[in-house]
């Protein structure tokens, strides 16, 4: 059995969850989406290696949806880098029918705690406040 | 000879046949809360049929059901395009019902923002399942690189739709379409305003090449 990803909230802290992408490759499209909101909800930041496929994405913001609640959880905040350029026009890759794995660093958290979430060229800022 | 002909006759039938008969696109216009896609789609249906789809507002997220107007003809250089327009709630990641507060009673509030959590939910499942081709709409006076547009766009490009982007509201004075066309220079950008009327010819010359 694999540790839990989110685990015991410190009282004064803000939990930062980095997943690797090879740990994200074992589960199921809804397992990854849980594994995120679970530790969102928990009011951590969580840090994806390789990022969700378009179609995680999509279910994210549908689930994501569905459970915001008034004066309790009002959404997420979200940013990633995309694929680079290169691996995006693969020939070979497109060829192969294998577009490869999303691959693209992603940082999601609770939306009432990320004051602002930036990102530049090269850099994803997160200031987060503690409650 | 005779023969022939009269084959060539009745498989050029069959194939009008099939092509009259076909399903009119399914068009879903996205894009993130206030770009003004109601406005649009608006626009599009009473242009075409006299009818309107949906009310406007400045207050975000007033559109909270995907609204479909079947059957509209759009004519472009003596041909005829019959799309359904699929009006959908803007799309985002976060819904606080305190940003309603200042219009409305709480109640209101919290009815409103759980009522739009339900309708972005739609949306995404509308450009799942049941839509053949995007118009993004976009407000031309906001920066257009936001994390809900690129996942967006992202999406319905991994989904193989047709797409074109809407530069709304180039009547106010901050709009920028040149800052949307370089943000998505993939995809055909097209400036407008829905709400003053302006560049629909090329608007709807755009809408039947793409979606005809």
């Known amino acids: 059995m694999m540790p839990e990803a989110t685990e015991k909230e410190t009282p004064d802290g803000v939990q930062i969850d980095l997943i690797s992408g090879q740990r994200m490759d074992e589960l199921a499209s809804m397992e990854k989406i849980r594994m995120i909101l679970d530790g969102v909800h928990a009011g951590n930041i969580v840090i994806l290696e390789e990022g969700l496929t378009p179609d995680e994405e999509s279910k994210l913001i549908e689930v994501t949806m569905a459970e915001i609640s008034p004066d309790e959880f009002n959404g997420i905040e979200i940013e990633t880098y995309p694929r680079s350029a290169s691996k995006d026009s693969s020939l070979l890759g497109r060829l192969m029918g294998n577009d490869g794995p999303p691959a693209k660093l992603t940082v999601i958290g609770p939306a009432n705690q990320i004051e602002t979430l930036h990102k530049d060229e090269t850099l994803i800022s997160a200031l987060v406040s503690r409650n | 000879m005779g023969l022939f002909t009269e084959l060539k006759d009745s498989i050029s039938r069959a194939t009008d046949r099939l092509f009259s008969e076909q399903e009119p696109k399914r068009i879903g216009i996205y894009g993130p809360p206030n770009a003004g896609k109601t406005t649009l789609a608006n626009r599009i249906a009473r242009d075409w049929t006299g009818d309107a789809i949906g009310t ?19 004519e472009r250089n003596g041909k005829t395009v019959t799309i359904d327009i699929v009006d959908t709630p803007g799309v985002t990641t976060k819904v606080d019902y305190e940003e309603f507060t200042d219009e409305m009673s709480k109640d209101d509030a919290v009815r ?28 031309s006076a906001e920066d257009p690189i936001t994390q809900v547009n690129t996942m967006l766009i992202g ?29 998505f220079p993939q995809h055909e950008t097209v400036p407008l305003s829905a709400k003053e009327g302006e560049n629909m010819d090329e608007v709807y010359d755009n809408i039947a090449e793409y979606f005809g």
């Open chain 2, 56 to 74: 406007e507002s400045h207050i975000p997220h007033e559109t909270r059901r995907a609204r479909r107007k079947e059957n509209v003809e759009i």
């Open chain 2, 112 to 139: 409103r923002s759980r009522e739009a959590t339900e309708g972005v939910a739609e949306a995404m499942h509308w450009l799942r399942e049941d839509v053949d081709g995007v118009i993004y709409v976009l407000d």
């Open chain 2, 155 to 183: 999406i319905i490009e991994s989904r193989d739709l047709p797409v074109l982007i809407f530069a709304n509201k180039i009547d106010l004075d901050e709009s920028s379409v040149k800052r949307i066309a370089e943000a």
